[in-house]
């Protein structure tokens, strides 16, 4: 499971691109990575299996500085906390008092979310087509490139320029539903909120 919220995580700033770039080509696109340098939204998270069946529900709050930091805070049903420094990755599950950090290089290289790290070169990691008009909004697919990813495919949902919904499939027929609310373009965050002190006493995996 925690393996798998980092993937949604990491997915998320490359996600908000993509759309983008389809919306009005590659000039659009780095246009709006050169635009955008935060954001905060409000999401809830499913996950359904195959047969449509929904096995994980979640919500939350995240935000994101290029390059390279990110946070995805998870109030419901549980609480967690992934926070990308730039540097590192830190996950902090409260229920078990346990801190994993990896280096955030190891986690994001050779996969799309290297986005992060600064490179804008989205064609280079998805084959991206227009998916049509349902349930009032403008689809995207991104297919990726390599099979060295999470994700099969991801499907997003835009009204205007806004992104509100994604659908990340992954290789086992599962299905995560992304719901963005209250985004954010470009707010004031201070640098202390992609920063992370482990809690005294939390265990510390990885470090």
């Known amino acids: 499971m925690k393996q798998f919220i980092v993937a949604c995580a990491l997915a998320l700033p490359l996600i908000l691109n993509a759309g ?3 919306a009005g080509g590659v000039e659009r696109l780095k246009a ?3 635009g955008v340098k935060t954001a905060e939204a409000e999401f809830t998270q499913t996950v359904a299996d195959k047969s449509g069946r929904v096995t994980q529900e979640a919500s939350g709050k995240m935000a994101f500085a290029r390059p390279g930091k990110f946070r995805w805070d998870y109030n419901a049903p549980y609480e967690q906390m992934i926070v990308g420094d730039g540097v590192k990755l830190w996950l902090y599950d409260v229920d078990l008092e346990q801190v994993t950090v990896k280096s955030l290089g190891d986690v994001i290289a ?3 979310a290297a986005l992060l790290a600064g490179d804008d070169s989205i064609e280079k990691y998805f084959s991206l087509k227009n998916a049509g008009q349902a349930g009032g909004l403008e689809w995207l697919e991104a297919t990726p490139t390599t099979r060295d990813t999470t ?3 991801i499907r997003m949902g835009f009204k205007g320029d ?3 919904q994604m659908e990340l499939f992954d290789f086992f027929g599962q299905r995560t539903t992304l719901k963005l ?3 954010v373009r470009n707010p004031s965050i201070p640098p202390s909120r992609f920063q992370f002190t482990p809690p005294k006493g939390a265990d510390i995996i990885g470090e």
């Open 181 to 183: 609310s209250r985004f």
């Open 32 to 34: 709006f990575i050169a």
């Open 162 to 164: 806004v992104l509100v």
């Open 110 to 112: 050779g996969t799309p």
């Open 151 to 153: 994700f099969e495919r």
């Open 20 to 22: 983008l770039a389809h």
